[in-house]
Structure formats: C-alpha cells, structure tokens
C-alpha cells in the first residue's frame, strides 16, 4: 500500500511539473462553458454578424436551462473525448518505449500497482477536470438561464463521468501491451468513434452499449426522469472498466519489459 | 558459496536462439565480467536475471531463496542505456526508487545522499536529471542499482559510453565495490575486464566458450611471445633463428617480428647471445604474455 501511494504520488507531480493539472481543468471549463454563453448571446451574434437582409424577423424560443446544460455536456462528446485519449495514450508506452518503466519495475514493485496508480492518477485528472468544466457550465447556464437543481446536475455528472472513465480506461488497457502512443490514440478512436455511430444507428439493438450513456444523459436532462434502457448501459460501462482494468494488469505483467 | 548459479539458461526469440544453454555460478563477493563481441547474447542473459525477460528454459537460483518467489529486491540492475524520469532531478529519482524499494523515507534520503557523493554527483543532485550529461546519468544509474543494497549487482555495458576519465572512474568505483557485493558486468572492453574481475566468463553466439579465474585463464591460454624490432628487415635474422631454435609461429610487419616460443628462457638466451655475437641492429627486445584480447580472440576463433 505504501508503495502504491508513492506511485500515485509520482503520477500526480508528474501531472503538476507537466501543467496537465492545469490545462486539462481549463480546456474542460472552456469547453462547456462555451455553450451556455453562446446560446444566450446568439440573438445578438446573428444580428452582429449574420448579415441578414433587413426586415428579417427571427424569432429564437429561449432554450431551457436543461436544454442549455445538455447541449454543454456534448460538448464533451467529440473534443472532450479527444482531449481525455490525447492525454492518456503515453500514460504506460512512452515509458516503456524510453526504457524507465523498466527501470522501475527491476525494483520490487508490483505490476498491479503500477497500472492501477496510473489508472488511479489518469482518473483523477479526468473527474477533477470533467468537474470544474460541467460545474463552470451548470453556473452560468444558473446565471444567464436558469439554474438546473444541484441534485440534477450531480446526477448527470456522475452519469456521463462513468461513460469519460469507459474512455479512459479504454486507452490505458491500450496502453498496457502497445509501444506506440499514436496507434493507441488511433485504435482508442475508432473504437469510440465506430461504437458511438453504431450504437446511435441501431440504438435499439444497441440500447446496453455504453456509447449510449451520454444520449441518456442528455434525455434525463430533458424529461427529468431516467430511460429505462439506462441500467443495462451504465451496469456494462461499470464492469467494461474493471474488465478493462484486469486486462490491462494481465497484460501489462505478461509482456517482457525489455523487448 | 555462490549467491546465483545458473543452469542451462536458454532464450529463444521466434525461431533465434540467442542463448543455448548457459550455466555459470556467481561466488560472492566477486566481481565477474562476462566478456562477449557484440551480439553474443550478453545483455539478453543479464535482463533474464534482472527479471525484465522470460527465459525459454533452464534455471536461475539464488542462494537460499526458494524457486519462484520475487529475487528484485537482491537485485540491483544498470541497462545499457540508463534512463529516468527526466523531469526529476537526481535526487528525486534516487529517493522515489529507494522508498519503491521498501527504504523508510529518511533511510531513503540517507542512501541517496551517500551514494550521490559515491558515484561523485553530489552537486548535480537537485539538478533536473534532463539537463545530465552522459556521463552523469551512467553515474546516478549506478546509484540507483545500489538503493536498496542488493547482494547482486548486475551492470549491462557500465563503461562502454563513457569518455576515458569516467570510464576510469567507474573502474574504480568497482574496485571500491569489490569484497562488499557480487558484481555482475557485461563489456565487450577487454582492458577493463581484466583490470577489476576476480573471474571472466566468455560469452560466444549464446555458449559460454571460456570461464575461470582471470590467473587460470591466463595460465591456460598464455604463451609467451617475443617482440623484435631491427633497423631493417628482419627475415635473415629470423631465419638464423629458425636454426637454432624452435619456433612455433612467426609474424613478420616491417621491421617487427614476433615470435611465438614455447621455451622462453632458453630463447632469450640464443636471441641475446647471436644477436651480440654477429651485431644485429636490434633496435627492442620484448618479452610478454598473451594479453585477455588474444586470449579472446583465440578463444573464439577456437569455437
């Protein structure tokens, strides 16, 4: 356990020394709070900028404040994800590609405590950040719309944070028996990208897929009540993570460090 | 006692077998150089001992431990090429792998504070470790094989990228190490082999093709050899020679002959006395024993 915590500890000054605890919470914040900022000022960015041939009456119902809220978490949808697989594709190859993790794992340390400090250190970069972003973005949608209640939004959070985390975990299992970061941010990709147009196509077949998890959410959202096909989804997100998760030690403990 | 013995150690990548059935022993507190040419299966054979390979087959045993249980912690390994977390600075590093390896967080400030001074660092030490020159992160990986106070100290190629003063360096921090704990080095640098083991095991294609002390080596494969060196060419001279004496083999460049003899004193003798006798220009006379490089050269083209 000890040792586990100087990992973890290692992973979090890592993640300060290299400004991630800094950029990702920003580019997160800027991401959702985006949105509720623009849907109210879009009235008068049209009439700024669009050019519209005068006499044109536009007529813009006010979205809801779930509306707005929903609208800022698939925001998250494309570049959020990208952001998350971007961060985590080096997390285990580049140092096992440098040579260091070799370097640790001649010591009497733990391969389990290796992943799963990295899982651990990538998880709480990506809740801390996903937290401030959609906090940022449920404040000013309260500020400029209407505030969506607490409990609401915690719910949503959690909601769309286990399907970030499926993400995640996703490019650390990659992680685990890749050398080259880019592959594994292109396989973690398509991946998401091929599950996420699937499960949206045949959403009825597909209703346990956890890709569904932010359409979910954002029906929750809207009608206030949870989708029935929900559980399925968010129960096989959960298991997918610790699958992946065991995989990622097995894995990881099989291949030989110095090939 | 030895602290390691192994025993018919294979390794196959695909199809390559790069080591067949290597057995050697480690006695302790010796340092043992394990010599090779490039691709002999040096560095492949130190990593399966460090753990950072699987063998294909054959068995490692470390003196009373029981097969299969974790031997990391006796261990303490330098690679080829040393690298570290570059955003750490030395003294970072040291302390993380020390407390990684079980030290309390004051024996772990203790340790690296000693061993920085030891490999000579100690004023780089709170520098960031990306701004280490080559030879001073060879130095802190060293440092860092020794944290946890191994009783097996394996280094893969410690002298092979360093320049001839660090080189030195590191040939006397052997020499400092030595009858403290067992050292394990692969180089493929005769010169230092010969300077700091207690024994040499060569390594050839996979096989060891030569092992022993660095005395019994050298009894075995010495022969003694006479350097000559004349004012102009030496072929009459030799010829002479061939008369009176038995010569097993001579090599003639330029002006140089040298000679391979078995009685050495009797040849010393003869050369001497013609030479003074019929007033050879000798320019340099010289007696010597086969170097580790010929035995080495010998050994392999032997196999």
Redesign the interface.
Do not use: T
């Given at each position: 356990m000890?040792?586990w915590i100087?990992?973890l500890q290692?992973e979090m000054l890592?993640n300060i020394?290299?400004f991630k605890w800094i950029w990702m919470p920003l580019v997160f914040i800027i991401l959702a709070v985006q949105q509720p900022v623009t849907m109210y000022y879009m009235p008068q960015i049209i009439e700024k900028f669009g050019g519209l041939p005068e006499g044109t009456v536009l007529q813009f119902p006010t979205p809801s404040a779930e509306e707005v809220l929903a609208a800022s978490l698939t925001q998250y949808n494309s570049l959020g994800i990208l952001i998350i697989v971007l961060s985590t594709m080096g997390i285990i190859a580049s140092e096992r590609k440098?040579?260091?993790a070799?370097?640790?794992?001649?010591?009497?340390?733990s391969y389990t405590s290796f992943v799963t400090s990295k899982w651990i250190g990538s998880m709480l970069l990506l809740w801390v950040s996903f937290f401030c972003g959609y906090l940022g973005a449920w404040y000013y949608t309260g500020i400029l719309f209407e505030f969506v209640p607490f409990s609401i939004f915690i719910e949503s959070l959690l909601l769309y944070g286990i399907w970030l985390s499926f993400v995640t975990t996703l490019t650390l299992f990659f992680n685990s028996f890749m050398k080259s970061s880019g592959m594994i941010a292109f396989i973690t990709l398509t991946i998401i990208i091929l599950l996420s147009v699937f499960s949206s196509t045949l959403s009825n077949a597909l209703s346990w897929s956890p890709a569904l998890l932010s359409n979910y959410v954002t029906q929750y959202l809207m009608m206030g009540v949870f989708p029935e096909e929900m559980t399925a989804s968010l129960l096989l997100a959960i298991v997918s993570i610790i699958a992946l998760l065991i995989a990622s030690i097995f894995l990881f403990r099989k291949n030989?460090?110095?090939? | 006692m030895n602290v390691l013995t192994v025993k018919e150690l294979r390794k196959k990548f695909k199809r390559n077998n790069v080591i067949k059935g290597v057995s050697f022993e480690l006695p302790e507190k010796k340092i043992i150089a394990l010599l090779g040419a490039n691709g002999a299966g040096k560095t492949t054979t130190l990593q399966i001992i460090a753990g950072l390979m699987n063998k294909t087959g054959g068995e490692i045993q470390f003196e009373g431990v029981e097969a299969g249980t974790d031997t990391r912690q006796m261990i303490g390994y330098l690679p080829q090429f040393p690298v570290f977390y570059q955003w750490m600075s030395g003294k970072e590093f040291l302390q993380y792998v020390g407390k990684l390896s079980g030290l309390s967080n004051e024996a772990a400030a203790k340790k690296t504070t000693e061993l920085l001074a030891l490999v000579g660092i100690a004023d780089a030490g709170k520098k960031k470790i990306a701004n280490y020159s080559g030879g001073m992160k060879q130095r802190l990986g060293i440092a860092q094989a020794l944290i946890h106070d191994p009783k097996l100290l394996i280094l893969d190629e410690p002298v092979s990228a360093l320049d001839p003063l660090g080189r030195r360096e590191v040939i006397e921090l052997l020499k400092k190490l030595k009858t403290q704990i067992t050292v394990l080095f692969s180089t493929h640098i005769l010169s230092d082999a010969e300077e700091v083991s207690d024994e040499i095991l060569f390594l050839h294609h996979g096989e060891i093709v030569e092992s022993g002390s660095l005395e019994a080596l050298t009894a075995k494969y010495k022969q003694p050899k006479i350097t000559l060196v004349f004012e102009r060419s030496p072929q009459s001279y030799i010829d002479q020679l061939h008369q009176a004496l038995k010569i097993d083999e001579v090599d003639i460049n330029g002006k140089e002959a040298v000679l391979l003899v078995n009685e050495t004193d009797k040849a010393r003798d003869i050369i001497l006395q013609m030479s003074v006798e019929d007033r050879w220009p000798l320019v340099k006379f010289e007696m010597s024993k086969a170097k580790l490089e010929e035995m080495f050269l010998k050994v392999v083209q032997g196999q």
């Open positions: 000890r040792q100087f990992l290692k890592e020394r290299n440098s040579g260091v070799a370097m640790i794992l001649v010591k009497p340390v030989e460090l110095a090939a | -």
